[in-house]
């Protein structure tokens, strides 16, 4: 069974940085494409980077620049590095993992009426960015 468990989250003021971690366990990593995702409150789920099968990245403008991913093959662990940080990135935020091939897909799998179509998420760490 596929698990994902994150962490990381955290109250902080805004302009400081935060890494969150996903730690993958029940698969073989490299099998599987990996994304972060966020929600805000009364706001939809949003995709905002993701891996490819291949190791390639790729963000979305929600990203704004100030996000990067990476992964630890080794460790089956995915992190999130937030930089920057300003109140709207206040959110609880996700990882997912599914079997998706192309980057194509997966670039059109992090937009905003996908999320329902990834197979496996964690249950999300919350980010809360005070002024």
């Known amino acids: 069974q596929v698990r994902l468990m994150e962490s990381g989250g955290g109250s902080v003021q805004a302009g400081e940085s935060l890494t969150l971690s996903c730690v993958a366990s029940?698969?073989?990593?490299?099998?599987?494409?990996m994304a972060w995702f966020r929600r805000a409150p009364g706001k939809q789920r949003e995709g905002l980077a993701a891996f490819d099968l291949d190791g390639s990245t790729t963000y979305t403008d929600s990203a704004n620049g100030r996000f990067t991913i990476s992964k630890d093959n080794a460790k089956k662990t995915l992190y999130l590095h937030l930089n920057d940080l300003k109140p709207e990135d206040t959110a609880l935020y996700f990882c997912a993992a599914d079997k998706i091939k192309t980057m194509s897909a997966l670039q059109a799998l992090l937009g905003p009426e996908f999320p329902p179509l990834w197979g496996f998420w964690g249950q999300g760490t919350q980010v809360t960015v005070s002024a």
């Open positions: 029940g698969y073989v990593h490299s099998d599987y494409s």
